[in-house]
Every structure is written in structure tokens, then in C-alpha cells.
T-cell receptor
């Protein structure tokens, strides 16, 4: 199998709070992990690509200082939404991939609600 | 403009019927992948078809790829209520940095 665990599944917090989301590949080593954002009834929008041991590559329009990504090991990547505001409320999904030209395996997503 | 576009946007069928979803894309690809997403959940990988393949099967799923037309289709045979979900195609293309680019998705509803 290829299981990706994402935690937490839901976060509700006050504006100004920083929120950390974890993404773990449980039974395989992921050379690359991806972070997506999904708005209601829309497709996935890639935010950044994360390779173990190196800096994340952010997509155009995604603020690096706002969305901090760390990929410290082959099984763990974290996304920290810093000083979150209501407009950051969304569904965030991570995925992990063993190697290029292989399928991506997705976590169950994190529903972030900023009050 | 999107790399992948899907049609129909929504599809409603009776249990037992077949469901066909189509995906078109613009550039040469390394592979094309189909995913399913249940409401409020992550995506589940269904099938990956490489650019040199024309058809793949997995259980009740059949995926075809026509690189000359830059299109793919996903067929779900003998559909079940549990197949109700959103289905996305995603292309892996060198032109897009070997990152997956997702289509807008097809919302499938299977009525029992």
C-alpha cells in the first residue's frame, strides 16, 4: 500500500494564530511531497513542491513567508500557515510520491477555518 | 488556460449503468492519472496511464489514452452508489515541470 497521513483533519482558530499541518508517508519513502489548496467545488491548486532536505518550490502567487514548508525527512513534511487570517480558510491537502513518473498518494486533507 | 479539462462537469446515472468521463489536455505528457475524491476527503489514486500506453484496466475501471487527440476517458462499469464522488484527471508533463496539473473534475452521482 501507500498510505499518507495528514494531521490535523480540522482546525478552527482565531485570526493571527499560526497553524501547523503535518503530512506523513507511513509505509514508503517520499522523495517529493506536494501541498495543495482546494476551494469549495473546485479543483486542486498546487501551492508548493517539497523535496527532502531542500527548500520548497512555491507556485506563482503563493507567499513563501505566509506558507512555510519544511521537509525534514523522507516521510514527513509540514506546512505552517503563519499569522492566519479568514481568507486563509480553506481545505489543504498534501500528497507524497516515491519517484517521478509515479502516482501521488494523498492525505485526507485539513479543513482550516480562521475566525 | 487549464492543461486538463473534463467533461461532463456533472453526471447523474442509475446504479448498474456505466459512467464515462472525458479529459482533454494541451501538451505532451509523461503520464495521465485519474483520481477520485469523496466529499470533504483527500484524493484516491485510481489509475496511472503512461504516454506509450493506450488502455488500462483496474476492476470495474477502464482508462483509455489517445495521445494524438490529447484526450483520455475513464469508464466505470456497473456503477454503484458508492461510486458517487468527484473524479479528476491529472497530467504529468515536462512542460509543467513534471508536476501534476488537475482538471476541473466531474461530479458523479449514482442513484440507487
Amino acid at each position: 500500500g501507500a498510505v499518507v497521513s495528514q494531521h490535523p483533519s480540522r482546525v478552527i482558530c482565531k485570526s493571527g494564530t499560526s497553524v501547523k499541518i503535518e503530512c506523513r508517508s507511513l509505509d514508503f519513502q517520499a522523495t517529493t511531497m506536494f501541498w495543495y489548496r482546494q476551494f469549495p467545488k473546485q479543483s486542486l491548486m498546487l501551492m508548493a513542491t517539497s523535496n527532502e532536505g531542500s527548500k520548497a518550490t512555491y507556485e506563482q502567487g503563493v507567499e513563501k513567508d505566509k506558507f512555510l514548508i519544511n521537509h525534514a525527512s523522507l516521510t514527513l513534511s509540514t506546512l505552517t500557515v503563519t499569522s492566519a487570517h479568514p481568507e486563509d480558510s480553506s481545505f489543504y491537502i498534501c500528497s507524497a510520491r516515491r519517484a517521478p513518473n509515479q502516482p501521488q498518494h494523498f492525505g485526507d486533507g485539513t479543513r482550516l477555518s480562521i475566525l | 488556460s487549464q492543461q486538463g479539462e473534463e467533461d461532463p462537469q456533472a453526471l447523474s446515472i442509475q446504479e448498474g449503468e456505466n459512467a464515462t468521463m472525458n479529459c482533454s489536455y494541451k501538451t505532451s505528457i509523461n503520464n495521465l492519472q485519474w483520481y477520485r475524491q469523496n466529499s470533504g476527503r483527500g484524493l484516491v489514486h485510481l489509475i496511472l496511464i503512461r504516454s506509450n500506453e493506450r488502455e488500462k484496466h483496474s476492476g470495474r475501471l477502464r482508462v483509455t489514452l489517445d495521445t494524438s487527440k490529447k484526450s483520455s476517458s475513464l469508464l466505470i462499469t456497473a456503477s454503484r452508489a458508492a461510486d458517487t464522488a468527484s473524479y479528476f484527471c491529472a497530467t504529468d508533463a515536462r512542460e509543467y515541470g513534471n508536476k501534476l496539473v488537475f482538471g476541473a473534475g466531474t461530479i458523479l452521482r449514482v442513484k440507487s
